[in-house]
Nanobody, 121 residues
Framework: QVQLVESGGGLVQPGGSLRLSCAGS????????MGWYRQAPGKHREMVAT???????NYADSVKGRFTISRDNAKNTVYLQMNSLKPEDAAVYLC???????????????WGQGTQVTVSS
């Protein structure tokens, strides 16, 4: 199975920046749509940003203009650059790899363990 390992989380003051990384184990990394999700205590998981295998990025309204998702297929890695962080951004950030095989009517989802982002003064 695909293994995903996140890194880059930590404690940052409001207005600060962090860059998260997600390294995938699969040689088929470039075929997967990738995404960053976050989950704060007592809240549902929410999509933060996604990037398709073709490089098309989408963002949640709450982070648009502040976060940037990118991928480096040669390194099997997806990044999330987070700028102008707000306290409400604090959460465990999870990396997701998804591939939909429509011709087989199958969908594959893989998740990392998450990395903690804390935004506090």
């Amino acid at each position: 199975q695909v293994q995903l390992v996140e890194s880059g989380g930590g404690l940052v003051q409001p207005g600060g920046s962090l860059r998260l990384s997600c390294a995938g184990s699969t040689s088929a990394f470039s075929m997967y749509d990738m995404g960053w999700y976050r989950q704060a205590p007592g809240k549902h998981r929410e999509m933060v940003a996604t990037i398709t295998s073709g490089g098309t990025a989408n963002y949640a309204d709450s982070v648009k203009g502040r976060f940037t998702i990118s991928r480096d297929n040669a390194k099997n890695t997806v990044y999330l650059q987070m700028n102008s962080l707000k306290p409400e951004d604090a959460a465990v950030y999870l990396c997701n790899a998804n591939r939909r095989l429509s011709f087989l009517q199958k969908n594959f989802d893989f998740w990392g363990q998450g990395t903690q982002v804390t935004v506090s003064s």
